[in-house]
Every structure is written in structure tokens, then in C-alpha cells.
């Protein structure tokens, strides 16, 4: 059985650093890209960016770039999404999601999805 | 950036058909897949490849793909099926998911 399972619930400060945390079971995680998606209180789901564990190949949305670092560990199966300076803006449940295949491609979607980690930062 | 547009909101009553949209550029050339997302519950894929069913979801989901708009339907709408709903495509590097429906069973 396929299973992602993140870090648990996180309480910081503006300016303060982070990283959670994607630990994945039940299959080759070195051959299938995860994805980190935001989601922020009230809001929709938000595409930030993918790692491929296997070469630690990393695509970033636009408007994540340079905020935040994505990154994956493929001998502990664990993939990871940081900060190096929190916003109070960043406060939000963050998901991982695993790829359908190993491919970047218009036929792939999310089947498995992590539990999801809540960031609250204040300001 | 390629966008997805949905309506904020749907209503239904319970055994009729929900229709729920989801619109972008040229998006009839590309797969819609559909999320469903219940309050503090992580997503669930419902529809992948515009009409396709993963294990375990029910018939009475169903979608289509076609011009600039993606459609996910649900049949004979049930309680349960009160939800978020998010389409997602991918564009060039990117996937994208679409703005989300709130689906009310009335």
C-alpha cells in the first residue's frame, strides 16, 4: 500500500526557519516525483513545485521560487519542503502528493496524497 | 500562467445531477483530472485522464473534456458528495489546479 506521511503541525515566528517533512512507503520512492500544494485557511489548492528523488530534479512555480526550497533524501525515502524566513502569509496546510508515474506529463495526476502539515507563523 | 476557472458554488438536491465546470485555454487538448475534498481532509481523486475512475470511486462520477471546458458530473447526488471540488491540468512544466467548487446537497 502506497502511503505518504508528513510531519506534524508546526507553531513558529516571522523570520524563523522550517522544514517538513514527506516520508513515502509501498513503492520505489525514487522513481515517482512528489509535489508540495498549499493551501491556505479558506482557500483553494496551489501547485508550489515537484522533485524527482531519484536525481533531486525540482520545478518550481513562478510565484514559490526563491521563497521556499524543495528537496528529497531518496536513501530515507523522505521528501521535504523549507523555509529559510517564515511571513506570517506562509501560515497554511501544506500537502505532498505523489505522482502517478515517473513521468512529467500532461496524462499524470495526484492519486496519493499526504495527510498534510498545518504551518502557523506569527508576526 | 495558464489559469482554471470554476464557479465558486453549486447547488443540488439530493438525487439529481450536479454539473461542475471547470474552464481554461485549449484545456479540451489537454487531460482534466477532478479533486473532491471534504473539510479537514486531505484530496481525493475522482476523475483522471478527463473520464476515468480510480478504484473505489463511484459510477455516478463522471467527466468529460472538450474546447475550453472540462466537466465533472455526479449523477444522482448523494449527501456525501458535499464537497470541494478541484480540477487540475498540466501546462507545459506546471500543474495547475483549477480556482474550486463548493458543492451544497440541498
Known amino acids: 500500500e502506497v502511503q505518504l506521511v508528513q510531519s506534524g503541525a508546526e507553531v513558529k515566528k516571522s523570520g524563523e526557519s522550517l522544514k517538513i517533512s514527506c516520508e513515502g512507503s509501498?513503492?520505489?520512492?525514487?522513481?515517482?516525483?512528489i509535489a508540495w500544494v498549499r493551501q491556505m485557511p479558506g482557500r483553494g489548492l496551489e501547485w508550489m513545485g515537484i522533485?524527482?528523488?531519484?536525481?533531486?530534479?525540482?520545478i518550481y512555480r513562478p510565484s514559490f521560487q526563491g521563497h521556499v526550497t524543495i528537496s528529497a533524501d531518496k536513501s530515507i525515502s523522505t521528501a521535504y519542503l523549507q523555509w529559510g524566513t517564515l511571513k506570517a502569509s506562509d501560515t497554511a496546510m501544506y500537502y505532498c502528493?505523489?505522482?502517478?508515474?515517473?513521468?512529467?506529463?500532461?496524462?499524470?495526476?495526484?492519486?496519493?496524497w499526504g495527510q498534510g502539515t498545518l504551518v502557523t507563523v506569527s508576526s | 500562467s495558464y489559469e482554471l476557472t470554476q464557479p465558486p458554488s453549486v447547488s443540488v438536491s439530493p438525487g439529481q445531477t450536479a454539473s461542475i465546470t471547470c474552464s481554461g485555454d485549449?484545456?479540451?487538448?489537454?487531460?482534466a483530472s477532478w479533486y473532491q475534498q471534504k473539510p479537514g481532509r486531505s484530496p481525493v481523486l475522482v476523475i483522471y485522464?478527463?473520464?476515468k475512475r480510480p478504484s473505489g470511486i463511484p459510477e455516478r462520477f463522471s467527466g468529460s473534456n472538450s474546447g475550453n471546458t472540462a466537466t465533472l458530473t455526479i449523477s444522482g447526488t448523494q449527501a456525501m458528495d458535499e464537497a470541494d471540488y478541484y480540477c487540475?491540468?498540466?501546462?507545459?512544466?506546471?500543474?495547475?489546479f483549477g480556482t474550486g467548487t463548493q458543492v451544497t446537497v440541498l
Open positions: 502528493a505523489r505522482l502517478s508515474s515517473g513521468s512529467l506529463a500532461d496524462t499524470e495526476y495526484f492519486l496519493h
Open positions: 509501498g513503492y520505489s520512492f525514487a522513481t515517482y516525483w
Open positions: 522533485v524527482y528523488p531519484g536525481d533531486s530534479h525540482t
Open positions: 485549449k484545456l479540451g487538448d489537454k487531460y
Open positions: 485522464q478527463d473520464t
Open positions: 487540475q491540468a498540466w501546462d507545459r512544466t506546471y500543474y495547475v
